[in-house]
């Protein structure tokens, strides 16, 4: 049980272009889903938390409207990262989290995200 | 502020051989949960355990065990006759009811050798 699948697994895009990221719980209903960034050797940076059915609760220094994050059902969250520059170019992953902050986050297998 | 260190950035061993990754924390609150997830090359990080603050008992499963000391804030990981495919990026995390969202440490690079 809790699985967390994420798609894609790797893209390659122009610079300029939209991004969008996909997070499901496959096994579980995830009221809390959250995304963060990894570079290289480095530990995971979270971006953002969202709930189902609110805005998501950005970190400071993330901008809200450059990583936009949709929570529209309790086993799908989106990260789309709008006009991709090379400098978003990083590891992607999402968690996802049961009800309430005693359950675990179980964390997807990530997204390679390369600007060009 | 919820703070992790994990001090040793890397560690390499010999297969077979015994090794401890330590995590120290910070927290004011009185009620949290520890967490280790191992990140191999993969990059997709795998949950191996997780201890809330009221319960000390120490654990172990399989070749690994957690050491859960309140009193030095630590809760450091035991790998027993590690094998090559322990080789991964181990990371220490504190959640807590105040935050609701996982602190990491840096993580410990851990090198297992034939």
């Known amino acids: 049980g809790a699985v967390v699948s994420q798609h894609p697994s790797r893209v390659i895009c122009k610079s300029g272009t939209s991004v969008k990221i996909e997070c499901r719980s496959l096994d579980f209903q995830a009221t809390t889903m959250f995304w963060y960034r990894q570079f290289p050797k480095k530990s995971l940076m979270l971006m953002a938390t969202s709930n189902e059915g609110s805005k998501a609760t950005y970190e400071q220094g993330v901008e809200k409207d450059k990583f936009l994050i949709n929570h529209a059902s309790l086993t799908l969250s989106t990260l789309t990262v709008t006009s991709a520059h090379p400098e978003d170019s990083s590891f992607y992953i999402c968690?996802?989290?049961?009800?309430?902050?005693?359950?675990?986050?179980?964390f997807g297998p990530g997204t390679r995200l390369l600007v060009l | 502020a919820q703070k992790v260190t994990q001090a040793q950035t890397e560690i390499s061993v010999v297969e077979k051989e015994d090794v401890t990754l330590d995590c120290v924390y910070e927290t004011r609150d009185t009620t949290y949960y520890l967490f280790w997830y191992k990140q191999p090359p993969s990059g997709e990080l795998v949950f191996l355990i997780r201890?809330?603050?009221?319960?000390?008992q120490n654990e172990i499963s399989g070749r690994y065990s957690w050491n859960f000391q309140k009193s030095t804030s630590s809760f450091n990981f035991t790998i027993t006759a590690s094998q090559v495919v322990d080789s991964a990026v181990y990371f220490c995390?504190?959640?807590?009811?105040?935050?609701?969202?996982?602190?990491f440490g840096t993580g410990t690079r851990l090198q297992v050798t034939l």
């Open positions: 968690s996802a989290r049961g009800d309430g902050v005693k359950e675990t986050q179980y």
């Open positions: 995390a504190l959640d807590t009811g105040t935050a609701s969202k996982l602190t």
């Open positions: 201890r809330n603050s009221f319960d000390e």
